[in-house]
């Protein structure tokens, strides 16, 4: 006896099947016994334990209750950790802020001479309008020493103690005049407002889908998510089966998708009074604006890393400085490269570059690099239709692709050139002679954390399947830029590119990539633009090369 319906498919075992309406009864009451039971211990049940066939009807969940998977389960993890970083902090009135003009900054173990090498640390306590102690910490800092005679920078190290007490720690990497600057970027309570309103929806940015039948051209909305009771079209990538979602137009194929542009909403999920903490003279204020520049003498002799930069090895924060415009790094020996080396170098290779538009920055310049290397039209469209360089005769062969969604721009974009960074790698055989480059996260920041988080694990899986196949390849993960101080905030401030940052380091700190750490080469330069000139450029394209070569 079967009995079938929407909701499941049972096969009753052949001992259940009496003759006499009372036996029927019984077994229906049996099973109505057992579905209450089912229901209310809300407990996963084995076909095999209670003897129920599948035969002949389509296959069904044995269980009520879907088990997270390991990339739910992970991203939950994250999320906890993320969370205890930035615990609430509701913004009640200004005065209750931390002001930069009221906080006090305090040289530790203060000396007569500085060496070049020494470590200056520097206590910051938080106070708010009223100069009144800060009793929690969470503010958004930025550290940074300079020396602009020298074209000098660094990045400096910010320990949150919690309590609204920083260590502020630079590291002394050159001699001269040295110029220390901490920014109050955001206050806490910016922080956690900022943090509040990107997880709260995911429609500050609006896709817009062309379809193409025929002569026939119909936009029509798209999105990561999308809250409508209309025909949608569903488009999955990779094994993750990661969602994008357009409105279906009439009479018209999903397959017919061949763009997709972006614009902003006119949505913000900050009250007006915590858009106020965001006003243009309260971004990025100088705390230190009244401490006099450290001389630093020579001393001692420099002691020199001899250890070649290689993949897998840990980079330290900050991970190298600028000196009359070169970067110079701190925790392995980096060869300046000239044009025969890198020709060498690139002979026989076949490099990758996925990402957004900064990793776009790089094919741009490379032929500057290596002179031999040129662009080959794949007949596209668009600033970002994929980008190809060739040498022919160093059979060498580097290209540029873009990331998939979210990515954010108004120019339309060919969806048949998507690069789902996971799928891609998936796609590569690998070498020795094969390099990947990964990028992303500027496009990401307008959107809850979860999808950043979720595609960083996604890439993660990909290149451990990839080093299961090909242990030679090399994967240098490129990290996001710092970018103008003052773009909009809710949307693409850099408080959201940090944490990204921080993420990202996370997920991949023990896996045998190479880490261009571009958020530290960026804050050195004090370059405060997502697309940094073209000397930054060439410095993370030498890193890059230290890497492969």
């Known amino acids: 006896m079967t009995t079938c319906n ?5 096969v009753f075992p052949r001992t259940l099947i009496m003759s006499s309406t009372m036996m029927l009864q019984r077994a229906l009451l049996i099973l109505t016994s057992l579905l209450t039971l089912w229901s209310v211990v809300n407990l996963s049940i084995s076909l095999h334990r209670w003897n129920i066939s599948k035969e002949s009807c389509p296959e069904i969940s044995t269980s009520l209750v879907k088990s997270p998977t390991e990339t739910e389960l992970k991203i939950k993890e994250i999320l906890q950790k993320i969370h205890q970083l930035i615990p609430p902090r509701p913004y009640t009135h200004v005065n209750n802020t931390t002001s930069a003009k009221h906080s006090t900054v305090t040289i530790l173990n203060p000396r007569d001479t500085y ?3 020494d470590q200056l640390d520097i206590l910051l306590e938080a106070r708010d309008h009223l100069g009144r102690r800060k009793e929690y910490g969470g503010d958004f800092l930025r550290a940074r020493m300079s020396s602009p005679a020298l074209k000098a920078g660094a990045s400096g190290k910010v320990t949150d103690f919690n309590n609204g007490t920083y260590l502020v720690s630079f590291t002394l990497f050159w001699e001269g005049q040295v110029s ?17 309103a990107r997880n709260q929806g995911y429609d500050k940015i609006i896709f817009k889908g062309k379809f193409v039948n025929g002569t026939s051209q119909v936009f029509t909305e798209c999105g990561l998510t999308l809250n409508s009771s209309s025909e949608l079209c569903t488009y999955l990538y990779g094994r993750d089966q990661e969602a994008f979602y357009c409105m279906k137009p009439q009479n018209i194929p999903c397959e017919a998708l061949t763009h997709v542009t972006t614009m902003n909403r006119e949505i913000s999920y900050l009250s007006v009074k915590e858009k106020s903490l965001f006003h243009k003279s309260k971004v990025g204020v100088e705390i230190m604006k009244d401490l006099e520049q450290i001389d630093v003498f020579q001393c001692k002799k420099r002691e020199k890393s001899t250890e070649k930069c290689q993949i ?7 991970g190298g400085y600028t000196l009359q415009g070169r970067w110079i790094t701190t925790f392995c020996d980096q060869i300046q490269l000239d044009a025969n080396k890198i020709n060498g170098c690139l002979k026989g290779k076949l490099i990758y570059l996925m990402g957004d538009s900064t990793l776009r920055q790089w094919i741009h310049y490379l ?8 662009f080959f039209d794949l007949h596209g469209t668009g600033p970002f239709k994929k980008h190809l360089l060739l040498d022919a005769e160093r059979h060498t062969q580097i290209q540029w692709k ?6 954010i721009t108004s120019h339309l974009y060919s969806v048949t050139e998507e690069g789902y960074i996971p799928q891609e790698i998936d796609q590569i055989s690998g070498d020795k002679n094969t390099a990947i480059v990964i990028t992303f996260g500027q496009h990401f920041r307008p959107f809850p954390i979860d999808i950043f988080i979720s595609r960083a694990i996604s890439v993660r899986k990909a290149i451990e399947r990839l080093f299961l196949r090909s242990p030679d390849t090399k994967v240098i993960i490129k990290t996001e830029n710092i970018r103008e101080m003052h773009i909009e905030t809710e949307r693409f ?19 045998n990539v190479g880490v261009i750490d571009a958020w530290d080469m960026t804050i050195a330069y004090g370059t405060n633009n997502v697309h940094p000139p073209n000397n930054v450029i060439e410095k993370q394209i030498n890193m890059f090369l230290n890497y492969i070569c």
């Open 402 to 407: 873009k990331h998939s969604y979210p990515f």
């Open 312 to 318: 897998g090895k840990m980079t330290p924060a900050p």
């Open 493 to 511: 401030g850099d408080f959201h590119g940090y944490i990204q940052y921080l993420t990202l380091n996370d997920i991949f700190k023990d896996l």
């Open 367 to 374: 032929p500057r690099v290596a002179k031999t290397l040129k």
């Open 6 to 10: 929407c909701v499941s498919c049972v």
């Open 115 to 117: 060496c070049r090498g």
């Open 180 to 196: 220390l600057s901490l920014l109050l970027i955001h206050p806490s309570e910016g922080v956690s407002a900022l943090w509040r």
